[in-house]
């Protein structure tokens, strides 16, 4: 089994979804490289994408179709300004064409060229898509992907993600391996042994520098997400409420950037009451963002992308924990994290229902906060068995097929089970501990597989039949 970067887990996206906004787009430039490869971009007289199974079911909510006009136009979501989205979309749907790759242009009718099949699934994952080229000479390329959970894309042939993945020093594939290798190296902090794992992929100040940058994107989503009011996009007329959070814990205050507004909210009076009600405001302030097509950091997708933000943001203005070494190793502990529960279960939701989601982002905050508070790596894997044994079973039925209700609330309830079983693992003795880590993973892989599609983000069960909503 390869090794995975914790910065493939935690990383920069772009909203509303891992698995069916920057998974899709991925493979879309998967496919302009295969293109390239077979003759030219030149060449090219025709293009059709066709998405399958819960891609297709809630693909227009989760910005599936856009994601995919936007890559084989050439965009980039590390790079593209969020807010040129919507004007770049419409000059495709009303000249019925796209400039490929940025090289050329080809007609290209949406409906015709893009369609959502929602009466057929692939067999090998259900969120699959066929890309097909015609060129000049009327030869034919035609490749499938599968977008596995938090942007990685996967093919029949080649099921690993999309960037390099490599096999480190000391593999830590479950549980059992990270207590196997602290006791083997006599390492006290989990996050040393991560430290050692990465540098398969960059050195350790690489390491340090990308986590710090994790961090500032962090900062800058939360300030974003709290600077703007109104109704996110897709229809539902759901409110943003972390603006109002903010003003009525900070009142009228007028900030210059982020970092103002940060030093602010530590400095501020604060109580239990307030805690709480801030944790709330850093989650809804990210998840509203990323509702909006915002540039988010997925951890592990986007759908849960507010959980590591409010945990982190909360050690950092309210507890002790708050230099630069912790926020470095709270990020790689919650990636580490993330990477087991990918390895032997999955973090999508398309696969699991929620608990893959919100279950697993909840479980490597826990895991995070218990590190830089000072707890023995058992303690550490203990807190994120406890967090995602309380999450065990989540569906995912997003009304809509909307990345907002109830997904944006359940963000701010993740991040409160995190820090609640980071408490209770740092005051237990994990040798006493009855369920591993392991072990809650696989149930949670077994509880996957039985768990009935209709709740795997496809929109047909749950909240999203039980609300009289029209489709998004």
Known sequence: MESISVFEIIKVGIGPSSSHTMGPWNAAEMFLEEIKKFQSLQNVKEIYVEFFGSLAKTGVGHGTDIAAMLALSGEKFKEIDTNTIDDKIALIKDFNQINLGKEKKIPFVYGENLVLNMEKSLDFHPNGMIFKVIFENDEVLERDYYSVGGGFVATKEDNSIKENCIRTLYPCHKGEDVIKYCEKLDIKRFSDLIYINEEAWRTKEETRAEALYIW?????????????????????????????????????????????????????????????????????????????????????????????????????????????????????????????????????????????????????????????????????????????????????????????????????????????????????????????????????????????????????????????????
Not at 267 to 292: P, Y
Not at 369 to 376: A, D, F, K, N
Not at 397 to 426: F, H, W, Y
Not at 435 to 464: F, H, R
């Open 216 to 472: 500032q994107q962090i900062k800058e989503c939360i300030y974003k997400g709290i600077s703007k009011e109104g109704i996110l996009p897709g229809g539902l007329n759901v409110s943003r409420r972390a603006a109002n959070f903010n003003k009525k814990l900070l009142g009228e205050m007028v900030f210059t950037d982020a970092e103002h507004w940060f030093e602010t909210v530590k400095n501020s009076k604060i109580d239990f009451t307030k805690v709480t009600r801030w944790i709330s405001c850093f989650a809804l302030a990210v998840n509203e963002e990323n509702a909006s097509f915002g540039r988010i950091i997925t951890a592990p997708t986007n759908g849960a992308s507010g959980v590591i933000p409010a945990v982190l943001m909360y050690a950092q203005a309210f507890t002790e924990f708050n230099s630069e070494e912790d926020i470095i190793r709270f990020i790689l502990v919650a990636g580490e994290i993330g990477t087991l529960f990918k390895k032997n279960a999955t973090i999508s939701a398309a696969m699991g229902g929620c608990q893959a989601e919100i279950g697993v982002s909840s479980a490597m905050a826990a895991a995070a906060l218990t590190e830089i508070s000072g707890g023995t790596p058992a303690q550490v894997l203990m807190a994120a068995e406890i967090a995602m044994e309380h999450h065990l079973g989540l569906t995912c039925d997003p009304i809509g097929g909307l990345v907002q209700i109830p997904c944006i609330e359940r963000n701010s309830m993740g991040a409160m089970k995190a820090i609640t079983a980071a408490q209770i693992a740092l005051e237990s003795n994990p040798s006493k501990a009855r369920v591993s880590l392991d072990q809650v993973i696989k149930s949670m892989w077994e509880t996957a597989l039985d768990m009935n599609n209709k709740y795997k983000e496809t929109s047909e069960g749950g909240l999203a039949v039980a609300v009289n909503v029209a489709e998004c």
